[in-house]
């Protein structure tokens, strides 16, 4: 059934809180469809920055003069808030990285050890190319096989070829939670189900799920879990591998230096112990505080409504985009994140994200790093749209009045 629009939630309230909306692009207000690509920021996450740049910055642990106290106070605090937003166990099986693909590289090569040339790495076909090279890579490695678990023409992971797929070789399995070219919502916690009846390691890609839904760490029952806080309403540069605390312990440092040791002599290097093993270097911490405040902005908006919302102008702008002839929508799961990819027969993505850039609406086209995916469709690209909270009914009119005009000066 079709979402509908909720009079309560007022999008103008909090359009109001992100300043890079307010503007023009070739003459007409931006509309902001990139939303998978990254999400924009609201002014408490630019202000905590600054902040935290003006008042507060040193680097952190080991300092004892107060700005570096205060610096690894900030950095932990954001650790703690990002456990309880996941609800993880433990603090300390929050690991700071760079996004979602260093989360993902980071595994991928700590567990090299672990695999040999007799196990199994299963993905699936619509993963991002962050949850496929790694992968591959550590197949390379170790002798390892790297199986794909297939989709239905709806863009469905095959739940009966999965259980073909998977066996006593099956080490891991990584799959994405929300398909960022499909918008496809998958069945992880029956994956990770099956995964564990063998043993197998189990990673999450959740960079497209965790702005749009509450994730709980612990009763979805993964191993590891990754997202980036640019897609979070929080700034680039960092980003969460979260793991179950053996998990992590099993695995062997991913970077070498300073933070991520106890002791050192020119014999030998004791490491330190979770989460700092994982984070060789001087952090990220002004990211940290980003991220932390991003959090705290979600927790200040009625949420429900807010991914009600989302979905009302997905099932809105679906319906509209289903009345213009020669439309191709590459992506109909039943269960829906809301991001509609679509290609136009005969006329090129690139040529239509173009001209509805010259009506200042930004979309994505483009293979959307997921080349495999676009192999199995046997297209080039799609031209993809993909939904915040803080946009409108409006824009996505203004979208398709734009496309209409895309279509008509190319055919
Ligand atoms: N996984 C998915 C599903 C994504 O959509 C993206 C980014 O688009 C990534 C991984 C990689 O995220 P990042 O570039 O922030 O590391």
Redesign the pocket.
């Known amino acids: 059934m079709n979402k509908e629009f909720n009079k309560m939630f007022d999008v103008e309230t909090i359009r109001s809180d992100f300043p890079i909306l307010n503007q023009e692009i070739n003459g007409s207000p931006l509309i902001y469809f990139d939303n998978?690509?990254?999400t924009q920021k609201p002014k408490s996450v630019i202000t905590s920055i600054s902040n935290y740049y003006k008042k507060d910055h040193s680097n952190v642990h080991r300092g004892v003069h107060s700005l570096s106290v205060r610096a690894t106070e900030a950095y932990e605090e954001s650790r703690r808030s990002i456990a309880q937003f996941i609800n993880a166990a433990h603090d300390y099986e929050i690991i700071l990285t760079?996004?979602?693909?260093?989360?993902?590289n980071l595994v991928a090569n700590s567990i090299t050890p672990q695999i040999n040339k007799e196990d199994e790495i299963l993905i699936t076909t619509m993963?991002?190319?962050?949850?496929i090279v790694p992968w591959q890579e550590l197949c390379i490695r170790t002798g390892a096989k790297l199986k794909v678990i297939p989709i239905n023409t709806n863009g469905e992971i095959d739940l009966n070829a999965l259980s073909q797929l998977i066996n006593k070789r099956t080490r891991f399995v990584s799959l994405?939670?929300?398909?960022?070219?499909l918008g496809t919502i998958n069945p992880v916690k029956a994956v990770i189900e099956m995964a564990k009846s063998v043993n197998a390691y189990t990673l999450i890609?959740?960079?497209?799920?965790v702005a749009h839904m509450d994730i709980d760490v612990q009763s979805l029952d993964c191993d590891f879990y990754?997202?980036?806080?640019?897609?979070l309403y929080g700034p680039?540069g960092i980003?969460v591998l979260y793991g179950k605390e053996e998990c992590l312990q099993s695995l062997t440092p991913y970077q070498y230096g300073g933070e991520m040791i106890l002791k050192v002599t020119f014999e030998e290097t004791t490491y330190n112990e979770l989460p700092h093993k994982f984070e060789a270097g001087t952090p990220n911490m002004a990211g940290a505080v980003g991220l932390r405040s991003a959090i705290d902005y979600l927790g200040s908006i009625d949420l429900d409504m807010a991914r009600n919302h989302e979905m009302a102008l997905h099932d809105y702008a679906l319906n509209q985009l289903l009345l213009i002839p020669n439309i191709e929508i590459i992506g109909t799961a039943n269960n829906k994140s809301a991001i509609i990819s679509f290609i136009i027969k005969k006329l090129h993505p690139h040529d239509i994200g173009t001209i509805l850039n010259q009506k200042a609406v930004a979309v994505r086209t483009g293979h959307?790093?997921?080349m495999p995916l676009m192999d199995h469709y046997k297209i080039s690209g799609t031209i993809r749209a993909s939904f915040s909270f803080y946009n409108t009914k409006d824009e996505v009119d203004v979208m398709i009045e734009a496309l209409d005009m895309a279509i008509n000066m190319l055919s």
């Open positions: 998978a690509a990254s760079k996004g979602s693909t260093e989360s993902i993963e991002h190319h962050s949850n994405v939670h929300v398909s960022n070219t890609d959740g960079a497209q799920a990754v997202f980036s806080g640019h897609k680039t980003g959307h790093c997921t």
